[in-house]
C-alpha cells in the first residue's frame, strides 16, 4: 500500500466567475507523517489549496478543478461525506467551528454524527482530553475558553476523530507564543503517531524543526517547494537563502522574543491608571483588583500576559467603553467622563468587519475624522492615510469588499484617522502576511515619533520585535469569566 | 455549580417541555377564575422548585405593570369617549361595554400567568445543549435538527457581535440607543444594517463549512454521547402533573360558563338558537 497521503499533478482550480485561476499548475507530494507549510502573501491561494485538501472544493466552494489529486487514497472530487471521516481540519478561528457547548460534547460531535457506539466516542473522548491535558476543563462551556484552550479543543476533536490527514489554517493567528510553542511540540507529536499534517500560515518561526516540505505560493503558483532530506538543512533557513525570497512578501524565518522593559519607568505618562477595580458583574470574579499603571507618551507599549488574563478588558477600560468599579484613568493628568475618553483613544477590535460603515474606503476614513477638524484638512489627511497605506486605489471601493488584509490597514488608517492621545490595537496583524505587517509597523512607529501612545494587545512576537519599546505587564493572569 | 442548577438537571428537558405543552394547551381550555388560579398556583409551586425567586418575582412584576397599563388604557379611552360622545347612545354602549372589560379583563392575564411559570421553568436553567440533545432523543428529523443546531449556535455568537459592534460605535462617538435612532434614523441604520448584515452572512458561511467538516447532519440517527435519563423523579412529576391538570379541567367542565373560553361561545349560541 503506497505511504502516499496527498498526490497534486499539475493541479489548477479557478473559481466561479473569476477571470484568473486560484491555482495553476501545482505539483506535490505528502507521504504519511509528514508535515507539510503552504505560505505566501495574502491572496496567494493557500486558503484555496487548504480547501481543496479538506474537500470544500468542490463540494461546498463549486469552480473548475483540472489535474490529478489525491488525498487519502481518493482521487478527487469525493463526496464531503467520505473525506469528513479521514480528514479534520482546524480553522483560524475555533469559535466559528464549535457546534456544542461543552469541550467535552464539542470533541464527541464528529464521532456522534458517525455513530459510533457510546463506549467507543467516551474512550476516544478521553484519551483526546487528556493528550491535549484538557481533562479539567471537559465540562467548561467552550465560550468561557481563552484562545489558546479553544485551539486545543478544536485539535482535540480532530484527535478524538482518528483523522489521517489534519489540515489547519492560520493555527497560531490567536495564540501566545507560549501556546504556539505548545503546538508546536504536539504536531511533532502527531507525526510520530504517523498523523499527516497541512498548515497554512503566514507565521514561520515556530515550525522550525517541525517541517517535512514546505511549499510557498505566489498568485497561484508554487515559487518555492522543497522537501526536507534526512539530515539535510531545515527548510526555514533553505527558503531564507532565496534569492527571490523578499518579493515573495513573507513573514521572517527566525524571530526572537523581545525583552522589553516596563513601561512605568519609561517617560512621562499620556495616561495613568490608578487603583483600577474591575469585574464584569457581582457574579464573576475580579479581573483588576487595585492595578495600577502608567502608559507612556511617544511610545509603543506591549500589553503583555496569557491567554485570558484581561488584556482587551483593559482596552475597553482604557477606551471608556466599561466602567471600573472603583480606580480612576488619567488623560495627560485629568480624570475625564467616558464620554471624552471615548473621543481622545481609538480602538481597533479584532473583528473589522463591524468597524466598517460607510459606502466607499475614503468616506470611512472621513468619518473617522473629529467633527471640529475643518473638511479641507480632513480630506488631505485622508489622501495621504490611503497612500501611506497602500490604500489609494481602493478609495473609491466598498469596505466591506475589501481583502481581510486590506481591512485590517483600512481600520487601522481611520484609528490614525481620529488623531488619539492614545491608540490601542488589539491583534492588529493576526492573518498578515510580513508585507501588510511591516506597513503597519512603520505606521504605528510613525505615530510613537510624532508623540502618540501606542498600546499594543498581540502575541505577534514579530510585530512586537519590529516596534514595541516597553511592556505593560498583567500582572495576575486570571482566568477568563463568561462575559456578561 | 449553583444550587438551581442541580435542582433543574433532577428534571428532563422533555418532562418539562411536555409539562409546558399540557399547561399551556390546559389554559387555552380554562376559562373560570378558580380553574385559572388553580393552574397558576400548581405551576408557581413548580416554577419555584427552582429557587430563582428573584427572576420569578420580577416576571411577575412585569406582568403585574401590563395588567395595570392594560386597566389604565381601558379607563383612559372611556373617559375619552365621555369627554368626545356625550348622550344616551353612548352610556348605552358603555352601560353593555364596561362590565364585559372591567369586569373580566383578568382572564386573559389568569391565563398568561401558568404559560409564564412554565416558560420560566425551561427558560431559567435553559442548556442549549441538553435541548438539542432531547430533540435529538425524540427523534426529530435531521432537516429539522440540523437547522435547529445551527441556530443554536448561531444566538450567542450574533449577540457577542452585537456587543462588539455597540463598542464600534460608540468608539466613532455615537450611540446605539434608541433614542439616537429615532434622532438619527438613516444614521443608525448606517451603523447598524451593513456591518451586522456582512457578519451574519459570513458566520452563516462559517457555520456551514464547520458542519460540512463536522459531517453534521450526515447521520440519521446520530449517538449521544450523554444521554438523556428520564428518571424516577421525571415520571413523579408527571403523574402529578397529569392529575393535577386533569382535576383542573373536571372542576372547569362543572363550573357555570364565563364570558371567555369555548363553553361561553357555545353557551351563547345556544342562547341565540
Not at chain 1, 507523517?33 to 479538506?54: D, F, H, P
Not at chain 1, 483613544?345 to 476614513?365: G, K, S, W, Y
Not at chain 1, 475589501?402 to 493576526?430: F, H, W
Amino acid at each position: 500500500m503506497s505511504d502516499l497521503m496527498v498526490e497534486a499533478e499539475d493541479v489548477a482550480y479557478r473559481y466561479p466567475f473569476a477571470e484568473v485561476p486560484a491555482l495553476e499548475g501545482l505539483t506535490f507530494r505528502l507521504r504519511k507523517g509528514e508535515a507539510m507549510l503552504i505560505t505566501g502573501a495574502s491572496g496567494c491561494g493557500k486558503s484555496t489549496l487548504l480547501r481543496l485538501l479538506n474537500g470544500l472544493i468542490p463540494n461546498h466552494y463549486k469552480g473548475t478543478l483540472t489535474g490529478a489529486l489525491t488525498v487519502a487514497g481518493e482521487t478527487c472530487p469525493v463526496p464531503m461525506e467520505t473525506l469528513a471521516k479521514r480528514i479534520g481540519t482546524v480553522l483560524q478561528n475555533p469559535d466559528e467551528q464549535f457546534f456544542a457547548t461543552t469541550v467535552e460534547e464539542e470533541v464527541a460531535l464528529t464521532l456522534e454524527w458517525q455513530c459510533r457506539p457510546r463506549e467507543e466516542i467516551r474512550r476516544r473522548v478521553d484519551g483526546a482530553l487528556r493528550v491535549l491535558d484538557l481533562t479539567d476543563l471537559a465540562r467548561r462551556s467552550v465560550f468561557t475558553l481563552s484562545s489558546g484552550e479553544k485551539q486545543k479543543a478544536t485539535l482535540a476533536a480532530v484527535l478524538a476523530a482518528e483523522a489521517d490527514l489534519v489540515v489547519m489554517d492560520e493555527p497560531t493567528a490567536n495564540l501566545s507564543p507560549e501556546a504556539t510553542d505548545e503546538l508546536a511540540r504536539l504536531i511533532l507529536r502527531l507525526k510520530a503517531h504517523g498523523v499527516t499534517l497541512v498548515i497554512v500560515d503566514h507565521r514561520l518561526y515556530w515550525l522550525r524543526g517541525v517541517l517535512d516540505r514546505l511549499l510557498v505560493l505566489d498568485r497561484g503558483h508554487a515559487v518555492f517547494n522543497a522537501e526536507r532530506m534526512p539530515g539535510g538543512e531545515d527548510l526555514l533557513d533553505v527558503l531564507a537563502a532565496q534569492p527571490r525570497v523578499a518579493d515573495w512578501g513573507l513573514r521572517r524565518v527566525n524571530v526572537a522574543r523581545p525583552d522589553l522593559p516596563p513601561c512605568d519607568t519609561f517617560g512621562a505618562p499620556a495616561v495613568e491608571i490608578r487603583g483600577l477595580v474591575f469585574r464584569h458583574s457581582k457574579k464573576t470574579r475580579l479581573i483588576y483588583d487595585g492595578f495600577s499603571a502608567r502608559i507612556p507618551r511617544g511610545t509603543i507599549t506591549a500589553i503583555v500576559g496569557a491567554n485570558g488574563a484581561g488584556k482587551t478588558t483593559l482596552a475597553r477600560l482604557l477606551c471608556g467603553l466599561a466602567k471600573p468599579q472603583s480606580g480612576e484613568i488619567l488623560y495627560e493628568g485629568r480624570a475625564l467622563r467616558r464620554r471624552d475618553i471615548r473621543e481622545r483613544a481609538a480602538f481597533v477590535m479584532q473583528q473589522m468587519d463591524i468597524q466598517l460603515f460607510m459606502r466607499t474606503v475614503r468616506e470611512e476614513l472621513l468619518f473617522s475624522a473629529p467633527r471640529a477638524v475643518p473638511r479641507a484638512d480632513r480630506e488631505a489627511e485622508a489622501d495621504r492615510l490611503l497612500a501611506l497605506f497602500g490604500l489609494a486605489h481602493l478609495a473609491e471601493r466598498h469596505p466591506q469588499s475589501l481583502s481581510g488584509g486590506e481591512k485590517q490597514r483600512l481600520v487601522v488608517a481611520c484609528a490614525l484617522m481620529k488623531r488619539p492621545t492614545l491608540l490601542i490595537l488589539d491583534e492588529p496583524t493576526s492573518g498578515l502576511d510580513g508585507r501588510n505587517m511591516r506597513v503597519i509597523a512603520a505606521q504605528l512607529a510613525q505615530f510613537a515619533l510624532d508623540g502618540g501612545a501606542a498600546l499594543l494587545i498581540t502575541h505577534d512576537l514579530e510585530l512586537l520585535e519590529l516596534v514595541a519599546q516597553c511592556q505593560l505587564r498583567i500582572v495576575e493572569p486570571k482566568r477568563k469569566d463568561p462575559e456578561p | 455549580m449553583r444550587a438551581s442548577s442541580v435542582k433543574s438537571e433532577a428534571l428532563d428537558i422533555r418532562t418539562r417541555l411536555a409539562i409546558s405543552l399540557a399547561v399551556s394547551g390546559v389554559s387555552i381550555y380554562l376559562s373560570g377564575t378558580g380553574p385559572l388560579l388553580a393552574l397558576g398556583a400548581a405551576t408557581l409551586l413548580y416554577v419555584l422548585a427552582s429557587g430563582r425567586y428573584r427572576v420569578i418575582a420580577v416576571s411577575y412584576l412585569a406582568v403585574c405593570a401590563m395588567m395595570a397599563f392594560t386597566v389604565g388604557v381601558i379607563v383612559v379611552s372611556f373617559k375619552i369617549g365621555e369627554w368626545l360622545v356625550a348622550g344616551t347612545a353612548w352610556e348605552k354602549s358603555v352601560a353593555m361595554l364596561k362590565p364585559a372589560m372591567l369586569g373580566n379583563f383578568h382572564t386573559p392575564f389568569l391565563r398568561m400567568i401558568p404559560a409564564l411559570n412554565v416558560l420560566l421553568a425551561i427558560g431559567l436553567d435553559f442548556s442549549v445543549q441538553r435541548f438539542v440533545g432531547a430533540m435529538k432523543s425524540l427523534r426529530l428529523p435531521r432537516v429539522a435538527l440540523v437547522p435547529l443546531m445551527v441556530f443554536c449556535r448561531f444566538v450567542p455568537e450574533f449577540v457577542d457581535v452585537i456587543r462588539q459592534l455597540r463598542d464600534a460605535v460608540r468608539m466613532r462617538g455615537f450611540s446605539m440607543s434608541l433614542g439616537a435612532a429615532l434622532v438619527h434614523p438613516i444614521q443608525a441604520i448606517r451603523l447598524t444594517v451593513v456591518p451586522l448584515t456582512v457578519r451574519t452572512l459570513r458566520m452563516a458561511d462559517h457555520l456551514s463549512v464547520a458542519a460540512e467538516m463536522k459531517r453534521v447532519g450526515y447521520a440519521k440517527r446520530p449517538t449521544q454521547l450523554l444521554a438523556l435519563r428520564f428518571g424516577k423523579a421525571d415520571f413523579a412529576v408527571l403523574v402529578a402533573a397529569a392529575h393535577i391538570l386533569a382535576l383542573i379541567c373536571v372542576w372547569q367542565a362543572l363550573i357555570p360558563a364565563t364570558p371567555y373560553g369555548p363553553r361561553s361561545v357555545q353557551t351563547q349560541e345556544a342562547r341565540h338558537e
